[in-house]
């Protein structure tokens, strides 16, 4: 009987534990996807920088910068230049999430 409770608790133990880590890694995504589209600069004023601050008592810091072209860049008259978006997002429990996208914004004279 000591076996199966023992058993039991472990059971219960694990089962809490990966319950309150699924409640952190959903707590960090809903704070990184409100950063993203809330919290971003508009299309047109998106520059290269490094901002950091706090919402939902979570830490933040999202870098913004030219994106790797690839072996084929886009042509000359293209309208549109890839920016890159780093968004790295600390909860209070210090788990953490890093997105990263490409943010299309018009080139400059168009």
């Not at 993203?36 to 870098?63: C, K, Q, V, Y």
């Not at 000359?76 to 920016?83: K, L």
């Amino acid at each position: 009987m000591a076996v199966t409770l023992a058993a039991i608790g472990r059971l219960v133990g694990s089962t809490l534990r990966g319950a309150r880590q699924m409640e952190q890694r959903v707590s960090l995504i809903q704070a990184a996807n409100s950063l993203l589209f809330n919290g971003m600069p508009a299309r047109d004023s998106l520059m290269a920088s490094e901002t950091e601050g706090e919402a939902w008592g979570h830490r933040w810091r999202m870098r913004v910068g030219p994106a790797a072209v690839a072996p084929n860049p886009a042509p000359e008259n293209s309208r549109w230049t890839p920016t890159r978006v780093d968004l790295l997002v600390k909860g209070p429990s210090g788990a953490a999430i890093r997105l990263q996208t490409i943010r299309l914004q018009r080139a400059s004279g168009q």
